[in-house]
């Protein structure tokens, strides 16, 4: 049985009147990515903060690396890393020199500190810009060095809250690249973000965290299954083929101008190769074929009856 690298149960949390977190259940595998989705507001950040013990709960049995917060906040510290919303990097001094200042942080030897502030400088391929001050770097550049001071102490569990916010798009993905080695060595990663494809791409678990509450919570297929609106869409050129597909497949949407046809389906493979073999029995063979599954905007629009977030284009051609 996997072993949990973080577990809340009944995690609450106010300022004054105003409930931000009401008894939350989360449970993270080690060696995995949990991404924690919500809108503005919803408590994501103050769901770090408590698990990573910068600030307290106000009830709640809550461990992380296999000890307890209360109990032993200091034992938790020793194996998390936390990169925050905003950068952790002191722009006046050079990225080398805040790498060695991170070692010495965590007590770490003269020797050690340079030997482990060189490994990262060329894991996060910062050695050409290690002798420059951290105020000229670009913003993709400040993220590594961020992660990069977080990884000095050598932490099993890393809080990653919105890493990637205000990155380019290249910068972004290179980032996803760095918390897949993370993951591949072993890490655990508690990631919140702006970004729905972000979590799509990287998650193993999801949990969309609303009005304190978590309204749900699976992986990224799991959750996608939860809304309807699946569909599978079918384009002719031929109009007599348009009109035998239509009364050969019944309960179907009708798009007479554009000659498509729209049939619920949930995606699956099952579904499609059955769609597909009653049509190769009737001889009817659609010129395109489109399917649609929900998306994580989707599920986040559904969950918590707010703004859409950014997210990939939903459709793709089979």
């Known amino acids: 049985m996997t072993s949990l690298a973080i577990a809340a149960n009944g995690l609450r949390k106010s300022y004054g009147d105003k409930v931000v977190l009401d008894g939350i259940d989360l449970a993270v595998p080690e060696g995995t990515v949990f991404s924690l989705l919500g809108p503005n507001g919803a408590g994501k950040t103050t769901a770090v903060k408590i698990l990573s013990t910068l600030v307290p709960a106000d009830a709640g049995d809550l461990r992380g690396g296999g000890h307890d917060l209360a109990a032993a906040a200091q034992a938790v510290r020793a194996s998390i890393g936390v990169t925050g919303q905003f950068s952790a990097v002191d722009g006046l001094i050079t990225g080398e020199e805040n790498m060695l200042l991170m070692a010495d942080l965590h007590h770490l030897s003269r020797r050690e500190g340079r030997r482990v502030t060189a490994e990262l400088l060329e894991r996060f391929d910062l050695v050409a810009a290690a002798k420059k001050p951290a105020s000229t770097y670009s913003g993709g550049m400040k993220r590594r060095l961020d992660i990069a001071m977080t990884l000095v102490g050598a932490p099993r569990i890393i809080f990653l809250d919105e ?37 799509d791409e990287l998650a193993d678990r999801i949990a969309v965290l609303n009005d304190g509450r978590i309204a ?15 569909h599978v869409r079918l384009r002719f050129t031929n109009p007599a083929l348009y009109r035998d597909a239509t009364f050969a497949l019944g309960e179907v949407t009708r798009d007479d101008e554009a000659l498509s046809l729209q049939i619920p389906s949930d995606g699956s493979q099952r579904e499609l190769r059955s769609l597909l073999d009653r049509l190769d029995s009737l001889g009817i063979e659609a010129d395109e074929l489109t399917v649609h599954t929900p998306d994580l905007d989707d599920v986040f629009f559904a969950l918590t009856g707010g ?6 284009p939903k459709e793709s051609a089979r």
């Not at 380019?168 to 990631?191: C, K, Q, Y």
């Open 307 to 312: 703004t859409t977030l950014p997210s990939q």
């Open 163 to 199: 890493p990637t916010t205000g990155l380019d798009p290249r910068s972004r993905h290179n980032m996803w690249g760095i918390i897949r080695e993370l993951v591949a060595d072993g890490v655990t990663v508690f990631l919140t973000t702006q970004y729905l494809e972000e979590a």
């Open 216 to 230: 749900a919570e699976g992986t990224a297929e799991e959750l996608k299954r939860l809304i309807p609106g699946g």
